[in-house]
C-alpha cells in the first residue's frame, strides 16, 4: 500500500503543498505549532509519541471531505481525533500527516423520543449528550469511564461498564456518515432498528480505528431512564471467589447492568484517592435498572448469590448521591492507582476472556505481575470476563519497560489461548498490531484487503491495526514497546 519515506524530499515536498492548500482553505483552523501538534498525539502507551505535520478543525462534513481530498491528491495521512483517550497510540502520526480533530463537530443534531435513538456529530461526548437528553427520559448507556467523543467511542468500538447490559458500541450505533479515503461521503444506515440490505458497512466501520474512513454523523441507540436505580457492593477474601459470584450471576440471568471487579491494590488506590472507607478486600460493585420493587429484588438474589461464593458485607442503596460517590471512584481508579507509586507512569492495558475463564486469567495474571516486581492493580468489566491491567512502572528505566513490554505480550497470548482477545475494548491501535496475528490467525490477511479496497493510498490512520513497513521508525518503537 502506498505512502513513501516520510523523510523523502518528494513527501516532504508534497506535504508542504497539501497544508499550504489546506491553509488557504481553513485559514485559523488550520493549527502547525508544535505544542498543538504534540497534544494530538500523546499516547499512554509505550510507544512515543509520533507528531502530525498539521492539526485541522473542520466544521461540518463538507470541510472533512474536502479536507480528505486535499490529502488524498497528495497522499497525506490523515488521522481523526476526538477527545484523545485513546489508549493503543491511535492519535499517533508515525507518517506526520493532518491530525482531523472533531471539536468543532459537536452537535446534537435530532432526537427521535418516539423511536428511542438521535443523531449527533462525532465530537460530543457521551457526558454532553446525557444532558442533553435529560429532559427527554432516555439516556445512552454506553460509559467506558473516560468522557470520550462519540466519533471516537464507534472508532475504537468501545464498551465499558454497562456493557453487560446495554451491550458496545458495535449494538448501539444504527448507522453512520463516513468520509470515505477518497473524500465521498457515504451513509451506511437509516434509522430502522433491523435490516437485511447488503453489506453491513456500519459494523465495518464501527472498530475501524479510522482505518477505512472517518465518521462524520452516527445514529444511535437510546433507552429509557429507569424508574429506580440501586448500587451494591460485596467484599471477598478470595478473588476466585469474586469471579465465580459472577459467573453466577450471570448464569442465573440476574438482569445486571453493571457488574465491575476491583482487587485489593485498587480499593486501597481508591479509598486513598476519594476518601472512601471500603474494606481492603477484592470488592465487586453491581448496578440494578428496573422498577423500585425489581432493583430490590435483584439486588437480594445477588447477594444470596454472593454469600453462598464466600462474599460478605454485602451492601447495597438506592440512595443517588451513595451510587454517584461509589462510580466516580471507580471511574477515577486510573488516578488513584498512580499513587500507589508516585511519579511512576501507568500502562493499562485489557484482554477479554469467556467468563468461565476470568478467575484462572485474573490470578494467572496477579502472580506473574508478582513474579515480575510489577505493581499491577485489576479493574474489570467482570459481567462481560473483560479486565484490565494498570502496570505501573518507572518510565526511564529500561529494564522496566522491558519488564512491562514481556507481561502485556504474555497477557495476551495468555487470553488468546482461552479462546479470548488480546483487546477487549481498547482497541489495535500500534500497540496491539503484533498480537491481532495471533488471536486472528489467517484473518489478517483478508482484513488488510479490505484495508487496500477502502483505502488504496494507505492515508486513513496508516500503521494502525497493520504495521506501516515504509516507516521503520514506527515498527522499532512498537518493537520496544511490546
Known sequence: MGLSSPNSKSVISAKKNAIGVLQQML????????????????????????????????????DVSEIVKVCARYQLPVIGFGTGTSLEGHVNAPLGGVSVDFSHMNQVLEVNS???????????????????????????????????????????????????????????????QAVMADGRVISTGQRARKSSAGYDLTRLLVGSEGTLGLITELTLRLHGIPEAISSASCCFDDIRDACQSVIDTIQFGVPVARIELLDELTVKAVNAYSGLTLPEKTLLLLEFHGSSAYVAEQADRCGTICADCGGSEFEWS?????????????????????????????????????????????????????????????????????????????????SERKKAGTFVTWLAELAIKMGGTCTGEHGVGQGKINYLAKEMEGSVDWMSRVKQAFDPLNIMNPGKIFSVDAAGNANEAIQLAH
Request: hydrophobic letters at 40%.
Open 27 to 62: 485559514g485559523e483552523r488550520l493549527a502547525v505549532g508544535e505544542s498543538i501538534r504534540q497534544h494530538h498525539c500523546h499516547s499512554t502507551t509505550m510507544i512515543e509519541p509520533q507528531m502530525p505535520d498539521a492539526v485541522a478543525f473542520p466544521n461540518n462534513t463538507q
Open 114 to 176: 418516539d423511536d428511542l435513538d438521535c443523531v449527533v456529530q462525532p465530537g460530543i461526548t457521551r457526558k454532553a449528550l446525557n444532558e442533553h437528553l435529560r429532559d427527554t427520559g432516555l439516556f445512552f448507556a454506553i460509559d467506558p469511564g473516560a468522557d470520550a467523543s462519540l466519533g471516537g467511542m464507534a472508532a475504537t468500538r468501545a464498551s465499558g461498564t454497562n456493557a453487560v447490559r446495554y451491550g458496545t458500541m458495535r449494538e448501539n450505533v444504527l448507522a453512520l
Open 318 to 398: 438506592a440512595n443517588p448521591q451513595d451510587r454517584n460517590r461509589l462510580w466516580q471512584a471507580r471511574h477515577d481508579a486510573y488516578w488513584a492507582t498512580l499513587r500507589l507509586r508516585p511519579g511512576a507512569m501507568c500502562l493499562t492495558t485489557d484482554v477479554c476472556v469467556p467468563i468461565s475463564f476470568l478467575a484462572d486469567c485474573v490470578t494467572q495474571a496477579q502472580e506473574k505481575a508478582r513474579s515480575f516486581g510489577i505493581t499491577a492493580p485489576i479493574v474489570g468489566h467482570a459481567g462481560d470476563g473483560n479486565f484490565h491491567m494498570l502496570l505501573l512502572i518507572d518510565g526511564d528505566n529500561m
